[in-house]
């Protein structure tokens, strides 16, 4: 059976770069939180959501995820709550998807909040990506066009580096994309010793 290598990290720490540099080197990358994104937006989904949330938060048929931003984030019941809706979804759909990658050696699965749902206990092993935090700031904003207060919001609802670098077997830290190619380069080899 693959091996599972959860990728974590808090927002604007590079998941994503990262999770991209290992699938250069063949390795099936799973993002969560993009597919996550498209089961918001199925109907059956945006139903169940209307119905905890309020239609406020649907526009045009797609969840409006700023106006949800703003819900969650200020509030962890709600954050649970919505998790509580999205989370099974995805989670039935990355078993399916492991099963097509069976004969990788291992396959990477980079999620957000790999530690709060408790995911990690399923990873084989688990890689947190770490930056300074001017920088993650930096990256949010450029990324989603979204206030430094606002993301503050949502690193709060996070758990933190120390946090997530405790139960990590590798930690990456990415600040300059040679290192970081470096430390990825370094993590697969390792993991390949493993197996």
């Known amino acids: 059976m693959t091996k599972i290598v959860g990728l974590t990290g808090g927002i604007g720490s590079g998941k994503t770069t990262v999770a991209k540099m290992f699938q ?32 406020s938060v649907i526009d045009n048929g797609q969840l409006d995820r700023v106006e949800m931003a703003k819900i969650v984030f200020n509030s962890p019941e709600k954050l649970n709550l919505l998790n509580a809706i999205i ?10 998807w492991l099963l097509q990658h069976h004969a990788a050696p291992f396959i990477i699965k980079e999620t957000a909040i ?37 993301i503050q919001k949502r690193i709060n609802n996070q758990w933190s580096d120390a ?21 990825v380069n370094d993590i697969y080899n390792k993991i390949l010793k493993f197996l």
């Open 87 to 96: 989370h099974p979804l995805v989670g039935n759909h990355f078993k399916e």
């Open 114 to 150: 790999l530690f709060e749902t408790r995911g990690h206990l399923l990873c084989d092993y688990v890689i947190t990506v770490t930056a300074p935090m001017d920088v993650r700031i930096s990256r949010v904003q450029n990324r989603d066009l979204t206030s430094e207060a606002e």
């Open 24 to 55: 250069e080197l063949g390795i099936p990358i799973y993002i969560a939180d993009t597919e996550a994104r498209t089961f918001t937006n199925q109907p059956k989904t945006l139903a169940l959501i209307a119905e905890e949330f309020g239609t």
């Open 163 to 183: 946090q997530r670098i405790e139960l990590s077997d590798f930690v990456i830290t990415n600040n300059r994309i040679e290192s970081t190619l470096q430390q």
